[in-house]
């Protein structure tokens, strides 16, 4: 018996980045905020690129509350969105012609979301991590935190609640 050959490293890996930007892409915010998604393996990190308009209190300077929670709500979608492609991208069920014609499944819609402003953002890039506590066929929980230079002293953390899309078929 002969075992198949394993795709190469870099056909995976393009895959996967392919993916990622497809659903990056799917948000138009993201875009307008700069946030990007840095992907090791499964784990999402995403990043808040400083840019002078994300500025909410220029006395301080601090970056706007709305942009904080904006940033957090985001890293949570795509990070249960690509939870859930997970599988289908790494055994190639999803085929890399379908992503660029923006065949991807519906994003999940927010039910509640809950901010805890924790110290002000600075004039600085952002990171962001989402947790995926409960993932159902209608329903899932994702808790998210910010940081800025130090991962142990958050700007914020939200809890929220998404309601998944109907699967097809």
Sequence with gaps: MTRAKPEP?????????????????????????????D????????VLN????????????????????????????????WQGLWDSIESGAIPPDALDRGELPRLPKTIDFTVDYLRSGLPRDAYARAHVTRSGRRYASVRAEAWQDNRD?????????????KSEG
């Excluded at 992907?39 to 995403?46: A, C, I, K, S």
């Excluded at 002293?153 to 899309?165: E, T």
Aim: avoid cysteine; aromatic fraction near 8%.
């Design 153 to 165: 002293r958050p700007i914020a953390q939200a809890q929220a609640h998404f309601l998944m899309p």
């Design 50 to 81: 400083f840019d002078e308009k994300l500025i909410g209190n220029p006395l301080l300077p601090a970056l706007h509350g709305g942009v904080t929670a904006a940033f957090l709500e985001v890293t949570a979608i795509i990070t249960l969105s």
């Design 9 to 37: 490293v870099q056909v995976v890996k393009q895959r996967r980045d392919a993916a990622l930007r497809a659903l990056a892409q799917r948000v138009p915010y993201i875009g307008f905020l700069n946030i990007q998604f």
């Design 39 to 46: 992907r090791r393996g499964d784990e999402l990190t995403g």
